[in-house]
């Protein structure tokens, strides 16, 4: 290596810097993510995005899939030192041994990148997808027969207030390999982009195939034009669907014939839910052929379609275990009619005054999983400042009525222990600690 990792950071923007779909501004001062695998890809997204911003604003995050025979060790060290050699703050994480499937080991990098972010504060995360990566997934994408071809987008928001972006969505991973490959900058190869086992892979051989099939067209390009058209074409039809939602237990489809709107607008409906592929074909085909239907999603979720009209059916469940960090669309939708938010806002210490009846700040990091169930007889817990009591003898307190008390929604951490229970204080032990606090919201759909 010819140059330090600041010289490289310098050469990259200087080389690619004008391609990157980033705008600066968006971010202003806030904290900003960058995922690093040690891999040629992201490890170009981090030298550019240090390039561009002050280093203490930016954070690298690395997850260490523990596979490999100690090869992701390596990887780890690796970008550890990129990121101690840039003066960028590093947070990495060790996957324990489990399943190793894509799907299992994609919801583990995300929600170790998730923790991150809610302990920085940080509201956007920057990952390297390219412009191959974007033909790959439309191809896997069409095979599947997805409604959603135009993947990865460049920036992906969720309801909690984050963000996904993609800087390099627009660079081919033969200019970034030629880049390297005459600045002499080093990356981490990754193994098993070499096997079959992934689809992916399978594809990534398959590509330059094609090139003599279109003569000199630049059929990439032609990729490319295709996922914005159709990332356009998405977002008019997806807001227009999400318009329709806004009663969680009712949806009226009766003026609408349009496959399109009403295949969203099922999907944006029961986003809460885990539709399967064929519910989801139940549901649509009932709506589209009009014909009267109930169709059960789980064993606690049934919707019955009547005239267009879908109506949502659902059991009170004793126990519910919620992943915060994977809570992505920022709501779950309650048995009752109730609905329960998630957000991470800034916090200051005249927050503890707010009334703890539909609303409260908790500290994030203690609030990693919820347990959302009913009242239990001998519930007991410490609310913060206050001595141990029982729900019993708090709900007698606040005056609320015995036949309401069954319906409120009983937050507990892993281990069983309360956080808070709407109309009553939170827990002594989730009481906020820094700038930044998860504010849980309790209130009707």
Known sequence: MNYTWQECAQIINREIGSKLRLFPHFFLNNKVCIACSGGIDSVCLTLAIAARFPAEQLAILHYNHNTRNGETDEDEIFVRQLAIDLGINFFSEKRSIGATTEGALRDARYGFFSQI??????????????????????????????????????????ANGTYRLRPLIHIFKQEIVDLFTKNQIPWREDSSNREDQYLRNRIRKLLPQLDPLFKGRDWKQGFLLTHRYLEEDTFCLNQMAENLCINSQKLDLQKFFY?????????????????????????????????????????QTSVTIDRKILYRTQKLVNNSKINFQHWQSGVLYLPTGHKLTREIVPFSRKDLKVSHTFAVYVDAQRCFE?????????????????????????????????????????????????????????????????????????SST
């Not at 599947?144 to 928001?157: F, H, L, N, V």
């Not at 549901?283 to 589209?288: D, P, S």
């Not at 036949?403 to 939170?426: A, Y």
Request: charged share 20%; proline share 6%.
């Open 259 to 299: 496959p399109a709107i009403i295949r969203r607008a099922i999907q944006f409906w029961l986003r809460d839910c885990s539709l399967s592929r064929s519910c989801f074909e139940q549901i649509f085909n009932a709506v589209t052929q009009n014909c009267p239907a109930i169709v059960n999603i789980n064993g």
């Open 370 to 442: 919820i347990l959302v169930r009913t009242w239990q007889y001998g519930d007991r817990y410490r609310p913060i400042n206050a001595p141990t009591k029982s729900l019993k003898k708090l709900f007698s307190e606040k005056k609320i009525p015995v036949h309401q008390r069954s319906t409120l929604p009983v937050l507990c951490d892993e281990k069983g222990s309360i956080i808070w229970v709407p109309h009553l204080p939170p827990a002594d032990f989730v009481k906020v600690q820094n700038n930044y606090a998860l504010k849980i919201t309790f």
């Open 117 to 158: 972010m809610i302990q920085l504060g940080s509201a956007y995360l920057l990952l390297a997808h390219q412009a191959d990566d974007v033909i790959e997934t439309m191809l896997m994408r069409l095979a599947r027969g997805s409604s959603e071809i135009a993947a990865p987008k460049y920036c992906q928001s969720f």
